[in-house]
T-cell receptor
Framework: QQQVKQSPQSLIVQKGGISIINCAYENTAFDYFPWYQQFPGKGPALLIAIRPDVSEKKEGRFTISFNKSAKQFSLHIMDSQPGDSATYFCAARGSGSARQLTFGSGTQLTVLP | DGGITQSPKYLFRKEGQNVTLSCEQNLNHDAMYWYRQDPGQGLRLIYY???????QKGDIAEGYSVSREKKESFPLTVTSAQKNPTAFYLCASILSGTSNQPQHFGDGTRLSIL
């Protein structure tokens, strides 16, 4: 059972545009929601993360919006650049001692020059 | 610089063969994880270990085995029982007992069938 649903599967944006990726979760016990960026042939790297007691977090051009009541969160990339072209994964961490991450299925972002 | 080293980068397996993927970290992290990544899918947890000499099955452990004899090392063996082993395998680690800390990932091993 997929506990974190991510959309869209792929996204094409013009340079300077806004990229928006959405995720929804089911388990209310999740307590930490990171976004990872992955380039081909590399491991995922943490981009930005949020806790459920915060509705928005911004770091540079990247913003997470979090809606606890709807159990949804999204990543906004402002002024998208060709170098942002990568696969983005949302994730949610359980509150148990194992600190396991459950990942969304990924979004392949292409930013056209 | 501290980090996670996975080797080899590419690996080929013959029918009926067991292969072992290496994962070494010098971050002094307690917990280590193995994930499998298939095209169009998110990362799926194979095994994880929170302390030396202890490990637990993840969501897709069948056909895989692990060991954790040293804090720095968490090798994954893909056995002949895993009928569809072609995938990108990622190792990760985290410092236990910390909140708001991300899992750090290695750069993966791509396993293919000959």
């Amino acid at each position: 059972q997929q506990q974190v649903k991510q959309s869209p599967q792929s996204l094409i944006v013009q340079k300077g545009g806004i990229s928006i990726i959405n995720c929804a979760y089911e388990n209310t016990a999740f307590d930490y929601f990171p976004w990872y960026q992955q380039f081909p042939g590399k491991g995922p790297a943490l981009l930005i993360a949020i806790r459920p007691d915060v509705s928005e977090k911004k770091e540079g051009r990247f913003t997470i919006s979090f809606n606890k009541s709807a159990k949804q969160f999204s990543l906004h990339i402002m002024d998208s650049q060709p170098g942002d072209s990568a696969t983005y994964f949302c994730a949610a961490r359980g509150s148990g001692s194992a600190r396991q991450l459950t990942f969304g299925s990924g979004t392949q972002l292409t930013v056209l020059p | 610089d501290g980090g996670i080293t996975q080797s080899p980068k590419y690996l080929f397996r013959k029918e009926g063969q067991n292969v072992t993927l290496s994962c070494e970290q010098n971050l002094n992290h307690d917990a280590m994880y193995w994930y499998r990544q298939d095209p169009g899918q998110g990362l799926r947890l194979i095994y994880y270990s929170q302390i030396v000499n202890d490990f637990q099955k993840g969501d897709i452990a069948e056909g895989y085995s692990v060991s954790r004899e040293k804090k720095e090392s968490f090798p994954l063996t893909v056995t002949s029982a895993q009928k569809n082993p072609t995938a990108f395998y990622l190792c990760a680690s985290i410092l236990s007992g910390t909140s708001n800390q991300p899992q750090h990932f290695g750069d993966g091993t791509r396993l293919s069938i000959l």
